[in-house]
């Protein structure tokens, strides 16, 4: 057991980690081509038209699956933060830095897209309902984070700065998920819920996930190289970066 721990930490090194997420990156990459091609498919071709909302509905298929990302990408980026805050690992700390870019880009993503679908639903653009303004509080949350970073030219501090910060917004999550039954809201409630199923159709549902899936392997596989880079960035000084470059060219 104790072998397979310190395996696992072996991955903590940039110059072992480096190579790793190379060899990941294609294969997310191709999952991500290929389940979103499917996944956008199905939703102007299968998916049946809603019998309430018509054909805008179909926003539904990009929209939650950004805002599920959104969440679950803060609460990894996090995680991240906070191994690098309390191990003091550099990967976990420039995972986290990787991560926020694209989280607030999902982030970003559902907003517009929940703006879209509320005009005709709803009748206007912006409501300063529970989860919207919860969900830009996030957004904000992303930039701070990457602001933050940017303004500390020392990478540690700027690493340790970013995850307290981190660490702190977590405290978002769980109000941008329960805010429809926290409080009255316009906002719709779960129509994927893990205790009592799903009020979608069968199509609906599996062109959802299959949106999300796709969403899921870009985000590994964008994060994976940006990570790539900022590894190059911070160890450029090392005698591993200097002996890789001295090998590509």
């Not at 072998?3 to 997310?28: E, H, Q």
């Not at 880009?105 to 206007?124: C, I, Q, R």
């Not at 989860?131 to 990478?155: K, N, V």
């Not at 700027?158 to 805010?179: K, Q």
């Amino acid at each position: 057991m104790s072998s397979r721990i310190v395996n696992w930490f072996k991955f903590s090194s940039p110059a072992t980690f480096y190579p790793l997420a190379g060899r990941m990156i294609p294969w997310f990459t191709a999952a991500a081509v290929i389940l979103l091609g499917v996944g956008l498919y199905m939703s102007f071709f299968v998916a049946p038209t809603d019998y309430k909302q018509g054909e805008g509905y179909r926003i539904i298929f990009v929209h939650v699956g950004t805002a599920w990302m959104s969440m679950f990408i803060y609460v990894v980026m996090a995680a991240w933060a906070g191994l690098g805050l309390v191990f003091n690992t550099r990967v976990s700390a420039m995972m986290a830095t990787a991560l926020a870019p694209t989280g607030a880009m999902f982030t970003f993503v559902a907003l517009w897209t929940g703006a879209l679908w509320g005009k005709p639903m709803w009748g206007t653009w912006w409501v300063w309902d529970a989860r919207l303004t919860s969900e830009l509080i996030l957004l904000f949350l992303y930039l701070g984070f990457i602001a933050l970073q940017s303004a500390i030219d020392e990478p540690r501090r700027a690493d340790r700065a970013g995850a307290i910060l981190a660490l702190v917004g977590v405290v978002n999550i769980p109000i941008i998920y329960y805010s429809v039954q926290w409080w009255n809201t316009l906002h719709q409630g779960a129509t994927v819920s893990v205790s009592q199923g799903s009020s979608m159709g069968t199509v609906m549902l599996w062109t959802m996930l299959i949106m999300t899936l796709g969403f899921w392997a870009y985000a590994i596989a964008v994060v994976l190289a940006r990570v790539r880079c900022i590894i190059l960035e911070r160890e450029r000084d090392t005698t591993w970066v200097n002996e890789l470059e001295g090998g590509v060219r």
